[in-house]
């Protein structure tokens, strides 16, 4: 059933005032700080209006008094889920400005680390997902796993949260001798429990009727307010950066064999051992943004086998970052990467002659993604707003400049 | 995308409102004048072969140095400059539009500049124009809803400027 069946049911059975509920700030789909001000007519939602801005650490000023490699600890702390994702973006940015080569391994060790956290990330975003419809294990299975990749991701740079591990011109370290193997062991056992996930959720009575047709998102639209990542492709358009994108970070995955998650022709491709779309689902909705991050882990673990192969052949050091007030030259750069929430623009401008950029500016895909909350609440019942901010997989650090 | 060729076309089709083009940066960008900005900016997402559908990101880099002994040495006027990142989902090609503004409409400090809204192109740069707004003082006209969106409704000044200096007090709130 859709949106606009559900609001004309209602309308026709009850009547009630027009109220203005605050949702939030604290509630549990974001991670943070979101609120939410929806105008509702007894269930039905006529209005959500998002208020953001309740962190502003001033991050974007903070890069404009920093050298780039000062600022990468920064970049952690805005999608503190995918700190490593974070951390490549604004690398490969001022390596572009630079003109900066990497030698080989540097490469594959970027890809495995990315990846990595992109399954810590979707783990997050899944099991969340499930919390804010009301099931509490798979929050915790996700999170088992989330442990062990976290425990990967300690062992090369020291921390669980904020890495700054990747750094302009290659990383702060090379990966430790049997880290290999054990993430390796990791991914064997990792990857016989994903079906448990799609048991608990993907195909669970409560969980569909839940997620399907709400909060339905058309490409056009998707594309009209510059959503991207799962999002975007949940909507059905083939885009992803790690393909389409730029020829400095594209070239990354140079050699890997990897598929884009994407509903293709009333299916989606290859991957028949994992469920089927349900009958009620609409391109576009609820639960096809889930699922697009579900079959997106099983790319990420096909990625990092690829690069431990790579990795183990590959020639080289694992690069010199760059020092810490490496002059900027006069120029500007701008660089998109694929985070595991979409899109993740870092714009570095210098004027030349300093190490310090004029302005370090971050486009952040969660930003655009809250956008079209408005409309995609719009009808839906107050129920239904939990099912469609969680679907969008919001950071709030990420939205804050 | 942006080359020379391209540049030269979009010059006789727009005449005087592509300002100028720097093709050496690591990214090329387009210079279009305030006035044609919603015009080329239409054409460049409406006409097929450069498809333009997707919007990146806006944002404002302020080129003013409070320190005088660094302004005499800069090479550059103070002025403002907007850019706007698009790319294009469909020819996987991206594409820099950039506007040059005054820091201060008319030159009356606190005036701030003013440039025609794109969200009727681009429903995102609703989003992305408020910000702008909010953080770095650009006035978008035509823009229906523009607000702070991240700073509080009251705050004085845009802090993204670069002589932007944060308030003693906010609301009893110690600031500096």
């Known amino acids: ?401 | 995308m942006i080359d020379e060729t391209f540049i030269e076309k979009l010059k006789q089709r727009f005449g005087e409102k592509i300002s100028g083009a720097n093709l050496e940066n690591v990214d090329p960008w387009i210079e279009v004048s305030p006035a044609g900005l919603v015009e080329v900016c239409r054409y460049l997402k409406e006409e097929p072969a450069i498809a333009f559908d997707y919007l990146n990101s806006i944002c404002v880099v302020d080129y003013c140095e409070t320190d005088p002994k660094k302004a005499a040495k800069a090479k550059w006027q103070p002025h403002l400059e907007v850019v706007y990142h698009v790319s294009s989902i469909r020819h996987k090609t991206t594409g820099v539009i950039k506007v040059m503004l005054p820091r201060w409409k008319d030159d009356v400090e606190g005036n701030i500049p003013e440039l025609p809204s794109v969200a009727s192109i681009w429903r995102t740069a609703d989003w992305h124009e408020r910000e702008a707004y909010d953080l770095s003082g650009v006035l978008f006209v035509g823009h229906h809803n523009l607000r702070r969106i991240l700073c509080p409704e009251d705050w004085v000044g845009h802090p993204l400027r670069k002589d932007y200096e944060m308030p003693l007090e906010y609301h009893g709130i110690r600031g500096r």
């Open chain 1, 1 to 401: 059933m859709s949106n606009a069946n559900h609001s004309e049911i209602i309308e026709l059975d009850v009547r009630t005032d027009e109220m203005l509920v605050n949702m939030g700030p604290q509630h549990p789909s974001t991670h943070g700080v979101l609120r939410l001000v929806l105008r509702t007519d007894g269930e039905v939602v006529s209005e959500a209006v998002p208020h953001i801005g309740y962190l502003h650490r001033c991050a974007e000023k903070i890069g404009e008094n920093l050298t780039p490699r000062q600022f990468v600890p920064y970049t952690d702390r805005m999608d503190y889920l995918a700190g490593m994702n974070m951390n490549l973006g604004w690398s490969l940015a001022v390596e572009k400005l630079l003109n900066y080569d990497l030698p080989e391994k540097v490469r594959h060790t970027r890809v495995m680390i990315a990846e990595l956290n992109r399954i810590a990330s979707h783990l997050v975003g899944m099991g969340t997902y499930g919390l804010d419809l009301g099931t509490f294990s798979p929050f915790l299975y996700a999170f088992r796993e989330r442990e062990k990749i976290l425990d990967l991701l300690e062992w090369v740079c020291g921390a669980r949260l904020t890495y700054s591990y990747i750094t302009p011109g290659g990383v702060t370290a090379d990966l430790p001798s049997d880290w290999i193997d054990k993430c390796s062991q990791f991914l064997d056992q990792f990857e016989p429990q994903i079906p448990d996930y799609h048991t608990l959720l993907t195909t669970n009575a409560i969980f569909i009727k839940r997620t399907t047709g709400i909060g339905i998102m058309s490409a056009d639209m998707a594309i009209a307010y510059g959503c991207s990542g799962p999002v975007l492709r949940g909507s059905g358009v083939d885009h992803d950066l790690r393909r389409d994108g730029e020829p400095r970070y594209t070239s990354m995955y140079e050699g890997y064999e990897f598929e884009v998650i994407v509903e293709k022709s009333g299916s989606y491709p290859k991957d028949q051992v994992y469920p089927t779309v349900p009958d009620e689902a609409v391109l576009g909705d609820c639960w096809h943004r889930f699922y697009v991050r579900m079959l997106e882990v099983i790319q990420a673990i096909k990625l990092i086998r690829q690069g431990m192969d790579f990795y183990r052949k590959a020639s080289g050091d694992w690069g010199t970052p760059i020092k810490l007030a490496t002059k900027l030259p006069q120029g500007e750069a701008y660089l998109e990467t694929e985070c595991p929430r979409g899109q993740m623009g870092f714009y570095v401008v210098s004027d030349g002659g300093d190490s310090i950029p004029r302005r370090a500016r971050a486009r952040s895909s969660c930003f655009s993604n809250l956008s079209v909350v408005e409309e995609l609440c719009r009808g839906g019942l107050i129920a239904d707003i939990p099912a469609i901010v969680g679907s969008l997989d919001i950071v709030m650090g990420e939205i804050d400049r």
